[in-house]
């Protein structure tokens, strides 16, 4: 047999894609990104509508999209721990189709404001961090350990893909109708995946009962007690934080620092997205590689790939540079979570992954606030050299970190979970 006909039952991502109950889901997956890809413009543009004239509410609009499942997390902990993987997602593509289809029936008969915006928006954030948490323990339930990187890299590559279509089809669409409507189209994309989760996944609903009395706060207390995952946790949100002044700080050096356009400015993200891609596809390969070790040297990597920013070089080596920070980053989240998908139980994993995703959905917003005074003391250049030197450092005192807790448990030989982790 030719390598041209081995080919896609040799690849990484073939047990994911063929998976007879996981292939069903796919689809409305990548319908439900494209949707969250159409809101990043829609949501900031009807924002601007319904308050042309205070940006106070532009602002609350993107934050109210994201933040609000941080207390989810906490206020429904509860209820929901223990749930399946697929009655997790289900259920917050059901509160986001409901909350999102709200806003063009509240425009349709004249109450929306952006009061009442802002607050559907919170509102269909709410479960956010345990939609993601049911999807990746979803991989967990069905998938073998050795599929878990391959099968959290296709997801994360379809949201990358989703983010680079989905908002200049956005920007076309609003040309031709208002963003009420593009909303309305993204509350589609959700009924959609609740619909496929109800349907393709009619018999993977089993509430583990044992689960259902614990703390509300359970899933931090186990990060907490399990120093691998807590060490994991401060470095991703060290690593998200540290990133967050770079949104303030890149539109500052393109026009005040280099004197160019918006469209540098695009060239520069758009970069950095393809970069994304390639390194989606890239980290389903990684899969024999140490995970932990990985997942360290992609921040280190990263640090060092922003270093040509930083320190003024020409666009025509800043430029792929930034592209090549795209690729070393994408893997960061599917080798992250295959590491607490290793380390924690499928019936404590929904808890763990919402508690890490709530913390990790501050992280960049407050970088990013951190940003603008940064910007202004130091400037946009120097801010972005600190961000790269910063996440550098990070990285290497967390390599550091690790390797001395070997050289400490060496004499004794690792357990089966560490060596479980290390994969």
């Given at each position: 047999?030719?390598?041209?006909?081995?080919?896609?039952?040799?690849?990484?991502?073939?047990?994911?894609?063929?998976?007879?109950?996981?292939?069903?889901?796919?689809?409305?997956?990548?319908?439900?990104?494209?949707?969250?890809?159409?809101?990043?413009?829609?949501?900031?543009?009807?924002?601007?509508?319904?308050?042309?004239?205070?940006?106070?509410?532009?602002?609350?609009?993107?934050?109210?999209?994201?933040?609000?499942?941080?207390?989810?997390?906490?206020?429904?902990?509860?209820?929901?721990?223990?749930?399946?993987?697929?009655?997790?997602?289900?259920?917050?593509?059901?509160?986001?189709?409901?909350?999102?289809?709200?806003?063009?029936?509240?425009?349709?008969?004249?109450?929306?404001?952006?009061?009442?915006?802002?607050?559907?928006?919170?509102?269909?954030?709410?479960?956010?961090?345990?939609?993601?948490?049911g999807r990746f323990t979803l991989i967990a339930e069905l998938l073998p350990p050795q599929h878990h990187l391959p099968a959290n890299a296709l997801l994360t590559t379809i949201a990358a893909s989703a983010t680079i279509v989905g908002p200049p089809l956005a920007g076309v669409l609003i040309g031709w109708v208002?963003?009420?409507?593009?909303?309305?189209?993204?509350?589609?994309?959700?009924?959609?995946?609740?619909?496929?989760?109800?349907?393709?996944?009619?018999?993977?609903?089993?509430?583990?009962?044992?689960?259902?009395?614990?703390?509300?706060?359970?899933?931090?207390?186990?990060?907490?007690?399990?120093?691998?995952?807590?060490?994991?946790?401060?470095?991703?949100?060290?690593?998200?934080?540290?990133?967050?002044?770079?949104?303030?700080?890149?539109p500052i050096h393109i026009t005040d620092d280099l004197h160019a356009s918006a469209t540098l400015l695009g060239a520069y993200y758009t970069a950095f997205g393809l970069g994304g891609l390639v390194g989606g596809v890239i980290a389903g390969h990684l899969r024999d590689w140490p995970l932990r070790a990985t997942t360290i040297g992609i921040v280190i990597g990263f640090g060092v790939a922003m270093l040509p920013l930083g320190l003024g070089a020409p666009v025509s080596l800043s430029l792929p540079a930034f592209a090549l920070a795209g690729v070393i980053w994408a893997p960061y989240r599917s080798t992250s979570i295959a590491l607490f998908q290793r380390s924690t139980s499928t019936?404590?994993?929904?808890?763990?992954?919402?508690?890490?995703?709530?913390?990790?959905?501050?992280?960049?917003?407050?970088?990013?606030?951190?940003?603008?005074p940064l910007v202004s003391a130091l400037g946009a250049r120097p801010t972005l050299l600190l961000c790269a030197v910063a996440i550098a450092a990070l990285g290497l005192t967390a390599g550091g970190i690790a390797i001395s807790r070997r050289s400490v448990r060496s004499p004794g030989g690792p357990t089966n979970t560490e060596v479980s982790a290390r994969r």
């Open positions: 047999m030719t390598d041209a006909a081995r080919f896609p039952r040799s690849s990484p991502y073939w047990p994911v894609v063929s998976h007879p109950r996981l292939r069903r889901v796919l689809p409305g997956l990548a319908v439900s990104a494209l949707g969250d890809g159409l809101a990043v413009v829609a949501v900031t543009w009807l924002a601007i509508q319904l308050a042309p004239h205070d940006r106070t509410w532009f602002a609350l609009a993107i934050a109210a999209y994201t933040l609000p499942s941080a207390a989810g997390t906490v206020v429904f902990g509860r209820l929901l721990r223990g749930r399946s993987g697929a009655q997790l997602a289900g259920w917050d593509a059901i509160l986001r189709a409901s909350a999102l289809a709200a806003i063009p029936l509240a425009h349709l008969t004249g109450v929306l404001t952006v009061w009442l915006y802002v607050l559907l928006l919170a509102a269909s954030a709410l479960l956010h961090s345990w939609g993601t948490a208002s963003p009420v409507w593009v909303i309305a189209v993204d509350a589609v994309t959700f009924a959609v995946l609740a619909l496929t989760y109800r349907f393709a996944l009619p018999d993977a609903g089993g509430v583990q009962r044992a689960e259902r009395g614990a703390s509300r706060t359970a899933g931090f207390a186990v990060i907490r007690h399990n120093p691998a995952l807590l060490g994991l946790l401060v470095l991703s949100l060290g690593f998200f934080f540290l990133f967050g002044p770079v949104y303030v700080a890149m019936t404590q994993l929904p808890a763990v992954l919402a508690a890490n995703g709530a913390i990790l959905v501050l992280a960049v917003p407050l970088g990013t606030m951190l940003g603008g």
